[in-house]
């Protein structure tokens, strides 16, 4: 089976850093995949990483450590509008379908 | 169109009924994906498409539960005698093909209500 671990909740004020870490123990790894997810809307694609190390995109970088089963998110100059739930996602060697963790909700504060 | 969209956006159904959801993907979006999401967890995976292939149905949770598409086109999942653990947000989603790397493009979603 695969197991994948968010944590369930943080909390970070406007302007500053924050990482979102997802951990998974999964077989035949194929890519890691980051969702953002506001509250009654569909998740977005926001990120992909399928080799080791850092994709950096506008405020967004996702990191991946193929060895440890581990990625992060990182989030720079939060706003406000940045309040959602991130999804991280992992794609298996053969199989159709993505598998989702629970889902981080992160609240950014004045 | 220019996104996925589903229909209807919210269903209240009473327990035992049959309810019938629909996708429409992304025009050239050859795999089509329905998950659901129940409230405080993940996506759990229900059914797969792409293309003319046989659909791999896995994640279905019963028997209760089927799903069809036509081709490329339009998908509709049915759900037979309601549940009311069956109440939560229905979720499609297309994508280029199950090894894309640009992940899927979401539709917003049916919110089914069972009572």
């Known amino acids: 089976g695969q197991n994948i671990d968010q944590p369930t909740e943080m909390t970070a004020t406007e302007g500053a850093i924050v990482q979102i870490n997802c951990t998974y123990q999964t077989s035949g790894f194929n890519g890691l995949f980051w969702y953002q997810q506001h509250a009654g809307e569909a998740p977005t694609f926001l990120s992909y990483n399928v080799l080791d190390g850092l994709e950096e995109k506008g405020r967004f970088s996702s990191f991946l450590s193929r060895s440890k089963g581990y990625s992060y998110l990182l989030l720079k100059e939060l706003q406000m509008k940045d309040s959602a739930s991130y999804l991280c996602a992992v794609r298996l060697t053969g199989a159709n379908n993505l598998f989702f963790g629970t889902g981080t909700r992160l609240t950014v504060i004045p | 169109g220019a996104g996925v969209s589903q229909s209807p956006s919210n269903k209240v159904t009473e327990k035992g009924k049959d309810v019938e959801l629909r996708c429409d993907p992304i025009?050239?979006?050859?795999?089509l994906y329905w998950y659901r999401q129940r409230l405080g967890q993940g996506l759990e995976f229900l059914i797969y498409?792409?293309?003319?292939?046989?659909?791999?149905k896995s994640g279905l949770p019963s028997d209760r539960f089927s799903a069809e598409r036509t081709g490329e086109s339009v998908s509709t999942l049915t759900i037979q005698r309601t549940q009311q653990e069956d109440s939560a947000v229905y979720l499609c989603?297309?994508?280029?093909?199950?090894?894309?790397?640009?992940?899927?493009?979401f539709g917003s979603g049916t919110r089914l209500t069972v009572v």
């Open positions: 989603a297309s994508s280029l093909g199950r090894l894309s790397n640009y992940g899927y493009t």
């Open positions: 025009s050239g979006h050859t795999a």
């Open positions: 498409f792409q293309g003319n292939s046989a659909p791999d």
